[in-house]
Nanobody
Framework: VQLQASGGGLVETGGSLRLSCIFS???????????MGWFRQAPGKEREFVAAISRTGGSTSYADSVKGRFTISRDNAKNMVYLQMNSLTREDTAVYYCAAGTYSGSSGLRGEYWGKGTQVTVSS
């Protein structure tokens, strides 16, 4: 399984970004078998959960810090997962990682596979 995130960049406070992540697997690791999620790691901090979506897309969960601002979605026909980020603040500055794993409801996602991150920088 390979995950490739993209869409990061530099944005001003209050702006928006949309992150994308494409899942590459095989017949033994089909995209539809995995819940997907986003995590982030800011400089000097531990990696933290951001958002997760179940295999069918019927359930989602979010960290309290992003609720109402971020939206996770997936397109099972394209093996893609997205993170729409609105009303960004400097506290959202981090490297964002997508992950595939098991949906854990309010606990987020137990990641099994991880992609390389994409940098999001929010300037004042």
């Amino acid at each position: 399984v390979q995950l490739q995130a993209s869409g990061g960049g530099l944005v001003e406070t209050g702006g928006s970004l949309r992150l994308s992540c494409i899942f590459s697997g095989d017949i033994f690791n089909n995209y539809r078998n995995y819940a997907m999620g986003w995590f982030r790691q800011a400089p000097g901090k531990e990696r933290e959960f951001v958002a997760a979506i179940s295999r069918t897309g019927g359930s989602t969960s979010y960290a309290d810090s992003v609720k109402g601002r971020f939206t996770i979605s997936r397109d099972n026909a394209k093996n893609m997962v997205y993170l729409q980020m609105n009303s960004l603040t400097r506290e959202d500055t981090a490297v964002y990682y997508c992950a595939a794993g098991t949906y854990s409801g309010s606990s987020g996602l137990r990641g099994e596979y991880w992609g390389k991150g994409t940098q999001v920088t929010v300037s004042s």
